[in-house]
């Protein structure tokens, strides 16, 4: 296993377009977080699925976003009618559901978006 | 709410020794980890206290405090390729989500 991928590692957007990232987690992981981290700021959660179900959303994720885990497997982030504040670089993080935070928890290499 | 504080920069020499510190205070508490960050690059997982007491790996080590909400990342024989940010984060919830200070931005110098 490689690790956490992501996919694109770049993408540039024109504002109102709608854009999709891809996260493969490590295989084994049954829990994947999104995180959105903005230069000079540390990373800020925004969702986390166990398995299929997303179990909890933060308050940063506007009507906008949207995320899936349909399988349990790979996740993607959505962001529809994008914003110039939506530049950020999104990251994945997968784990373990264990009793130990730590448990396995990667983080991907992550995706940077630029809305001109 | 949920609020973890640490130096916005540092600068050491090569070789020397480090501390930064981190204090939180938080709703709940799993654990907290330190994380390395080049920039442009993902974090990388450098340590986890979920106890008490002084975590030792290599140069790395953390400190924990959980009756304080103090932590501290000691980085020993400083190398020039240290120089990145240094983010404190502290688990919480069910889910263990991690809510991350803003980093340290740590400039080793000859």
């Known amino acids: 296993d490689t690790g956490v991928s992501q996919d694109p590692r770049h993408k540039i957007t024109k504002r109102g377009q709608n854009v999709t990232f891809r996260c493969d987690p490590i295989s084994e992981h049954n829990r994947l977080y999104w995180y959105r981290q903005t230069l000079g700021q540390g990373p800020e959660f925004l969702t986390y699925f166990q398995n299929e179900a997303q179990l909890e959303k933060s308050r940063l994720l506007s009507d906008r976003f949207s995320a899936e885990r349909p399988k349990g497997s790979f996740s993607t982030l959505e962001i529809q009618r994008t914003e110039q504040g939506d530049s950020a670089m999104y990251l994945c993080?997968?784990?373990?559901?264990?009793?130990?935070?730590?448990?396995?928890?990667?983080f991907g290499s992550g995706t940077r978006l630029t809305v001109v | 709410g949920q609020n973890i504080d640490q130096p916005t920069e540092m600068t050491a020499t090569e070789g020397a020794i480090v501390q930064i510190n981190c204090t939180y205070q938080t709703s709940g508490f799993n654990g907290l980890f330190w994380y390395q960050q080049h920039a442009g690059e993902a974090p990388t997982f450098l340590s986890y206290n979920v106890l008490d007491g002084l975590e030792e790996k290599g140069r790395f080590s953390s400190f924990l405090s959980r009756s304080k909400g103090y932590s501290y990342l000691l980085l020993k024989e400083l190398q020039m390729k240290d120089s990145a940010s240094y983010l404190c984060?502290?688990?919480?919830?069910?889910?263990?989500?991690?809510?991350f200070g803003t980093g340290t931005q740590l400039k080793v110098e000859l």
């Open positions: 984060a502290v688990a919480t919830g069910g889910g263990n989500k991690l809510t």
């Open positions: 993080a997968s784990s373990l559901a264990t009793y130990r935070a730590d448990y396995g928890y990667t």
